[in-house]
């Protein structure tokens, strides 16, 4: 099959129908044992300092791997990946561009499916079969989150790694699954956590430090249960057809309708507190507005760009929030969905 760099969680379907072997550019960015080398590569051709990290890891990568076709994805992510688009045309890349709908509307997204399909010389029957043999992987991956908040026995790290990599399955939906079910058989004989761990949410893009962040967090006595835009990237939402699950899919849409999927969470979950991750130089980063007057609970914002392990600022400040949940007094298994919860 022909590699296809991806900028984001896309319709790896219809790229899978039409004979290509979906690679998420950022899944290899970070898990690279020297990512500040491919951020490197990016500044020598010319990005500027004050761009986000992710941007320059995703040309990083694509150069250095040689990567020839990618699909950038224009509306629904990251506004500058339009010129980073741009510049791998520049390149000789051949580039496709994608836009998820404006909004979660099943008609307008079987038509974006529909061109893309066209765009690439496949059909969405094809792509339909695809769905189907990904749902085991994808039925592992809400088992793994099940296992995560419910029974306690995974790990916040564990969750976010093959929630995030279901955006590409590692390149091999089969070994996924395999992998992921020996996880999946390993934990389940695990002593779960303790009940005293404090419960936390992570909301926002995954963060640059994560191989960081949730290990020190179990270090000081809590626990991520909820990965908001990883667990949204394995689909958590069993749908019936193409069109339906990418409506489903919550991260390329406003805010409100990502916070339609946050905050039953936040109550299922029992979730004392809360991280909100933002990106340098991001546009998301203007959401914490909006997350701090909808969630009534305690929110931590942390921003991070090229520092790929937690900074000593950093564990600081979780440290101090860790405290502070701590010292509060027992909060309702029932947070309320108005007012603002800060720190």
């Avoid at 076709?69 to 629904?76: D, K, Q």
């Avoid at 592992?140 to 790694?161: C, F, I, M, P």
Wanted: glycine share 6%; aromatic share 10%; net charge negative.
């Amino acid at each position: 099959m022909t590699t296809i760099g991806i900028t984001t969680t896309v319709p790896i379907e219809v790229l899978m129908a039409a004979g290509y072997k979906p690679v998420d550019l950022n899944n290899v960015f970070v898990s690279d044992p020297d990512p500040e080398r491919l951020v490197n590569i990016a500044e020598k051709a010319g990005f500027p300092l004050n761009c986000c990290a992710w941007i320059k890891g995703l040309y990083g990568v694509a150069m250095e791997q040689g990567i020839e076709n990618v699909l950038c994805v224009t509306t629904g992510d990251c506004s500058n990946t339009i010129m980073l688009m741009e510049v791998f045309r520049l390149r000789g890349l051949n580039v496709i561009p994608f836009a998820f709908p404006d909004s979660p509307s099943v008609q307008d997204m079987q038509r974006t499916l529909e061109s893309l399909a066209r765009t690439l010389g496949t059909t969405l029957e094809a792509a339909e079969k695809v769905r189907q043999a990904f749902e085991k992987a994808r039925q592992l991956a809400r088992e793994l989150d099940d296992l995560t908040w419910k029974q306690g026995v995974v790990s916040g790290w564990e969750n976010h790694y093959w929630l995030v990599s279901a955006s590409d399955f590692i390149g091999d939906h089969r070994e996924y699954e395999a992998q992921l079910s020996q996880l999946l058989d390993e934990s389940r004989g695990r002593k779960p956590y303790p009940d005293d761990m404090l419960r936390l949410a992570y909301l926002g893009v995954p963060s640059v430090f994560a191989r960081d962040l949730y290990r020190y967090l179990e270090s000081c006595g809590a626990r991520v249960v909820f990965n908001e835009i990883q667990r949204q990237f394995a689909m958590p939402n069993p749908e019936s057809s193409l069109a339906q699950q990418y409506t489903s899919y919550t991260y390329p849409y406003s805010i409100f309708d990502r916070l339609e999927d946050i905050l039953p969470q936040l109550r299922l979950r029992r979730v004392d507190g809360v991280i909100h991750y933002v990106q340098a130089f991001c546009h998301r980063g203007i959401g914490d507005i909006i997350f701090r007057h909808a969630i009534d609970l305690p929110i931590l914002t942390l921003e991070g760009n090229a520092d790929f392990m937690l900074t000593h600022h950093l564990r600081t400040r979780l440290e101090a929030f860790i405290d502070m949940l701590r010292r509060r007094a027992p909060i309702s298994a029932h947070p309320k969905t108005k007012g603002a919860g800060s720190f």
